[in-house]
């Protein structure tokens, strides 16, 4: 909900702008309110569909005002008379304090009957109490209680209803860099994405969204599981083709416009590590496990049993030529981690022993190949001398400990070589550096950066943590939203948004640093001086 007042020479006006929960369709609902004096109000509505390409045929239809086009259909309902010329409907009104005037706008498709009208008051009550009850559930008692319960919101809201999906953003194609090509389409559910927030929520008390995310995840990899994508559409799509708009400039002249993401058909072996991880996370919190379930596990674990050696493209979707990233091998040794722990605590049939001895395997390919001994530092990729923000998450999930040397060298040298103006890329994309495949640059990751927190904090440096985490706090805007990057030379936030993955990793990095309890007791990663168990090997 948002609640916007102005203030005018004849008086004060609040506007209160909401999503209702939804019901037999999507709706959009506006309240404007007098607060004092009688203020002067108008209103234009202009619809377009398919992207900007499509006016709509406008028409009364009793006391709505009806908008068709192919297999859309939007409806308004308002008190007020609605006026139409260029296209566009206009409305001219006054306020008065304590009148209340509503515009309630809802689609559906072109071919199904007309939705029931909602009552546009009522709906804002409706709102406002579905909130209130979702976040009374949240057991967060850490610091910076503002910062992380308007990032849980954000979170669910990023939650499709209907079918449990949660995409990795709202918007599409808005630029990384202004006036450069890396513009891409996140209104699509990621695995990783997915998996992580379902982390974020589970750490602060969510469990049912647990269970909507797992019946979802199962339905969405139904079939052969060596048919794994990295993400999905929100109903479980599978063909996400890319293409992209013509006829739209772009954000700031920032072209393409992309719709779909070939992402889809890259290969990503850590998504299989996270997917498991998050299955192994809801079975920590008190959900119970499932044969459907267990089943799809063994099979996920059969195809990376036999594929884990493979280059692939990488947690950040490299456009380049594949690689043996560390990131996606350490993840596949996660993935051989939590289905070990998974058997022998809730006697899960399985070949733990083979299990065992892969995830040896994996453990001494990324200690051998992945780590430049000379500079103390994991890297990006085998045979590479480049690093990656995401080395950081390597103690997060209990690959190595954190007072291990190799891990506060990482740690060091990643904040060395990839920070710029106190915060962090995610890679130096460019000639010389990460091969993306694309060209130009972006801005400083905001997951990366709250990974840095987490991780100074994990190797003990806390007030230097604590320093950079409300720093990024501090980049929010006025309504507490993170988008994907930040340029720290114009201040200003860039890429989709709100973005997931900034969201979620603010409320992890808040739990940790804040220390704050826990609903699932294994969230977080094991103290200085324990040793995970392929290192005792």
């Given at each position: 909900m948002l609640e916007t007042e102005w203030d005018t020479p004849e008086g004060t006006v609040?506007?209160?702008?909401?999503?209702?929960?939804?019901?037999?369709?999507?709706?959009?609902?506006?309240?404007?309110?007098?607060?004092?004096?009688?203020?002067?109000?108008?209103?234009?509505?202009?619809?377009?569909?398919?992207?900007?390409?499509?006016?709509?045929?406008?028409?009364?239809?009793?006391d709505q005002l009806a908008a068709v086009a192919g297999p859309?259909?939007?409806?308004?309902?308002?008190?007020?008379?609605?006026?139409?010329?260029?296209?566009?409907?206009?409305?001219?009104?006054?306020?008065?304090?304590?009148?209340?005037?509503?515009?309630?706008?809802?689609?559906?498709?072109?071919?199904?009957?007309?939705?029931?009208?909602?009552?546009?008051?009522?709906?804002?009550?409706?709102?406002?109490?579905?909130?209130?009850?979702?976040?009374?559930?949240?057991?967060?008692?850490g610091r910076w209680?503002?910062?992380?319960?308007?990032?849980?919101?954000?979170?669910?809201?990023?939650?499709?209803?209907?079918?449990?999906g949660i995409v990795a953003a709202a918007t599409t194609s808005l630029p990384e860099q202004p006036g450069g090509p890396r513009n891409w389409d996140y209104r699509y559910c990621w695995l990783r994405d997915a998996t992580l927030t379902?982390?974020?929520?589970?750490?602060?008390?969510?469990?049912?969204?647990?269970?909507?995310?797992?019946?979802?995840?199962?339905?969405?990899?139904?079939?052969?599981?060596?048919?794994?994508?990295?993400?999905?559409?929100?109903?479980?799509?599978?063909?996400?083709?890319?293409?992209?708009?013509?006829?739209?400039?772009?954000?700031?002249?920032?072209?393409?416009?992309?719709?779909?993401?070939?992402?889809?058909?890259?290969?990503?072996?850590?998504?299989?590590?996270e997917v498991l991880d998050g299955l192994h996370l809801a079975r920590e919190a008190g959900m119970r496990s499932t044969e459907d379930a267990w089943t799809l596990q063994r099979a996920l674990l059969d195809y990376l049993e036999g594929n884990w050696r493979q280059p692939d493209n990488g947690l950040w979707e490299m456009r380049g030529p594949r690689q043996d990233f560390v990131h996606s091998k350490v993840m596949a040794w996660v993935a051989f981690d939590r289905m070990i722990s998974t058997a022998e605590r809730s006697r899960r049939?399985?070949?733990?022993?083979?299990?065992?001895?892969?995830?040896?395997?994996?453990?001494?390919?990324?200690?051998?190949?992945?780590?430049?001994?000379?500079?103390?530092?994991?890297?990006q990729a085998y045979g590479s001398r480049k690093l990656d923000a995401a080395l950081l998450l390597l103690p997060q999930v209990r690959f190595l400990p954190w007072d291990d040397p190799r891990i506060t060298g990482t740690v060091d040298a990643v904040q060395r070589e990839l920070s710029e103006e106190g915060f962090l890329l995610r890679y130096r994309p460019g000639a010389g550096s990460s091969d993306d495949g694309l060209p130009g640059g972006e801005g400083a990751f905001l997951a990366c950066t709250f990974w840095l927190a987490d991780a100074l904090h994990g190797i003990g440096r806390r007030r230097e943590a604590v320093e950079m985490f409300e720093r990024l706090l501090g980049l929010a805007n006025d309504v507490g939203l993170l988008s994907e990057e930040y340029d720290p030379v114009t201040r200003r936030q860039l890429g989709n948004t709100p973005q997931a993955f900034s969201h979620l990793a603010l409320v992890n990095?808040?739990?940790?640093?804040?220390?704050?309890?826990?609903?699932?007791p294994h969230l977080r990663t094991r103290r200085v001086g324990e040793h995970p168990p392929a290192a005792a090997g």
């Open positions: 609040r506007v209160v702008d909401c999503m209702p929960p939804r019901g037999e369709a999507p709706d959009v609902v506006r309240v404007v309110e007098g607060l004092s004096g009688r203020v002067p109000m108008r209103s234009e509505l202009r619809l377009r569909f398919d992207y900007g390409h499509v006016v709509p045929w406008v028409h009364r239809r009793g859309d259909s939007v409806y308004l309902r308002c008190p007020v008379r609605l006026v139409g010329r260029d296209f566009t409907s206009y409305a001219e009104f006054a306020v008065g304090a304590g009148e209340r005037v509503p515009f309630v706008l809802t689609w559906a498709p072109s071919y199904a009957a007309r939705p029931r009208p909602v009552d546009g008051l009522a709906a804002v009550d409706d709102t406002e109490e579905f909130w209130a009850e979702w976040m009374a559930q949240c057991d967060y008692d209680q503002g910062a992380v319960r308007r990032s849980l919101v954000t979170l669910k809201a990023l939650t499709y209803a209907p079918t449990g379902l982390q974020a929520l589970l750490g602060a008390g969510f469990v049912a969204e647990a269970g909507r995310w797992r019946a979802w995840l199962l339905r969405a990899v139904a079939g052969n599981p060596n048919d794994l994508q990295i993400m999905y559409g929100l109903d479980g799509a599978r063909r996400l083709p890319e293409y992209t708009l013509g006829w739209l400039p772009g954000y700031q002249r920032s072209t393409p416009v992309r719709i779909g993401n070939a992402a889809v058909d890259q290969l990503q072996l850590d998504v299989w590590g049939e399985g070949p733990v022993q083979r299990w065992r001895a892969t995830r040896q395997e994996i453990f001494d390919d990324v200690c051998s190949k992945g780590y430049d001994a000379d500079r103390n530092t994991f890297v990095a808040a739990r940790h640093l804040s220390g704050a309890r826990s609903a699932t």
